[in-house]
């Protein structure tokens, strides 16, 4: 349909018209894309992913399988098919729940799978921790390097490193039991033992301590000892993935008929939840937000808002709903968007284009996720954060006009920028266009809120 479009205006030679014209086809094109695909229960994607919870100018990431690789970006989700690298004297750490990996200097690592019963990684080069928490039945953790893997049996802390060009693998079992694979050759090893494997044919097996890696044994356990006395590990599941990065940037309260309530500290005038980051397309759930705070992965993707007191608070949980579920799900945002049937892209009167606008959701009320239908993953997803999931009984069709949420006709609430620095994902606090209630007031609301289309290249 888009080369229809641009031949036919090429042909006539309709000039600045004719562009327009082009633009309106190509953004009717994607609305009609994502319209459908909204309708097709698409597989439901994990539950869990993992953040990128420590990174500096040394490290490089690649998001996703096929895409290219960038500058590390601190909050970053990590999937299925994400990479990660490191130069010197870069460190970095992936979180997954309570799951932590650390790399070090000249280290690379793919994610081959990350899902609700799985953690696959492939080991490419380098030195690696491990710190396994929490290991659930029939869940596996997996390492593979060259011709070796590596399955981990129990929670515990776990040392690797691979060189390449050499095909040699050394693990040390710290604390906890593996199994080594190597051809036909299964070799387990307990806490305090580790072996060296070369090239797939000659393996050593010992008990004798490494003193070669202990300035990244140290910062390892520096980062477990962060965990075990969190202070918002007393108040959220291990399980939510950055739950640990709150401490130190705020405080908690009780809030009546809300539990334990997290309010950040040192905050500009102006902020808002969802408005100091940037939007980035990620597969498998479209749209997903970036947070810039260092404490900001786990109060987007997981909870709700609360605006009490003159303050935003972030409520991890509502209190009868606490135990409905043993591992939380993990939300790209936990948003409402304005717009129109088609999409979340529409014209305000004081801007000289189409925007797009957004506002968070507040404690109890329903996420519906536009990129899966299946009810048991949507009531899943709504469980810590809504009293009674039972509710859930349908997914409103596209066209029914929504109910107002609470801060959808809030002003302080909703941040708005123009269409074309969303779908270029810039950062929104310098894009940002400040609406009055009631200019505000007239954007439409529609049963399930559909985000904008996606970028032109996505898959």
């Known amino acids: 349909m888009t080369a229809r479009c641009n031949s036919m205006w090429c042909k006539h030679g309709r000039g600045v018209l004719a562009r327009l014209m082009l633009v309106a086809c190509v953004l009717g094109v994607f ?4 319209a459908v695909a909204l309708e097709v229960d698409a597989p439901a994607p994990s539950a869990r992913v993992g953040q990128l919870s420590l990174t500096s100018s040394n490290v490089r990431m690649r998001v996703e399988r ?17 990479a990660l690298a490191t130069q010197i004297p870069g460190r970095t750490e992936v979180r997954i729940g309570s799951t932590a990996l650390r790399l070090g200097q000249e280290s690379q690592v793919v994610w081959t799978e990350i899902s609700d019963t799985r953690l696959h990684l492939e080991m490419i080069n380098g030195l690696f921790s491990l710190r396994v928490r929490v290991l659930a039945p029939g869940e596996s953790v997996q390492l593979k390097a060259g011709a070796v893997s590596v399955q981990v049996l129990k929670p515990g802390a776990y040392l690797f490193r691979f060189v390449t060009d050499r095909a040699n693998l050394r693990v ?17 090893l307990d806490t305090g033992q580790q072996i060296q494997v070369d090239r797939g044919i000659s393996t050593q097996l010992s008990s004798s301590a490494d003193e070669h890696h202990a300035s990244f044994v140290a910062f390892a356990e520096g980062r477990d000892r962060r965990t075990e006395s969190s202070l918002a590990l007393m108040h959220v599941s291990r399980e939510v993935t950055g739950a640990e990065d709150l401490d130190g940037h705020g405080n908690w309260r009780d809030e009546a008929g809300y539990g334990a309530v997290w309010f950040p500290n040192k905050l500009p005038p102006d902020w808002a939840p969802y408005r100091f980051g940037r939007w980035r397309w990620l597969a498998p759930w479209g749209w997903t937000w970036i947070d810039d705070a260092p404490w900001g992965f786990a109060p987007f993707h997981y909870g709700r808002w609360l605006f009490a007191g003159g303050r935003w608070g972030w409520v991890p949980s509502h209190p009868s709903a606490a135990s409905a579920q043993s591992r939380p799900v993990y939300a790209p945002a936990l948003v409402g968007f304005f717009g129109n049937q088609t999409g979340a892209v529409w014209s305000a009167s004081v801007a000289s284009e189409p925007v797009v606008g957004w506002y968070p959701l507040a404690p109890g009320e329903i996420y519906w996720p536009a990129y899966s239908t299946q009810m048991a993953y949507v009531r899943a997803l709504n ?4 009293s009674d999931v039972g509710q859930i009984q349908a997914v409103p069709a596209a066209t029914a006009v929504g109910q107002p949420h609470r801060y959808s006709r809030t002003a302080f609430a909703a941040s708005v920028i123009p269409f074309s620095a969303f779908s270029r994902m810039q950062g929104v606090a310098g894009s940002q266009i400040v609406l009055s209630p009631a200019a505000l007031a007239q954007a439409s609301l529609f049963g399930r809120r559909l985000p904008p289309p996606p970028p032109i290249n996505a898959p």
Not at 182 to 188: C, G, I, V, Y
Request: proline share 2%.
């Open 31 to 34: 609305f009609l894309r994502e």
């Open 66 to 82: 096929m895409s290219a690789w960038e500058q590390a970006v601190l909050n970053m989700p990590m999937t299925t098919g994400s």
């Open 172 to 188: 040390w079992v710290l604390e906890g039991q593996a199994r080594v694979a190597l051809r036909e050759q299964n070799l387990t």
């Open 383 to 386: 469980a810590a954060s809504v």
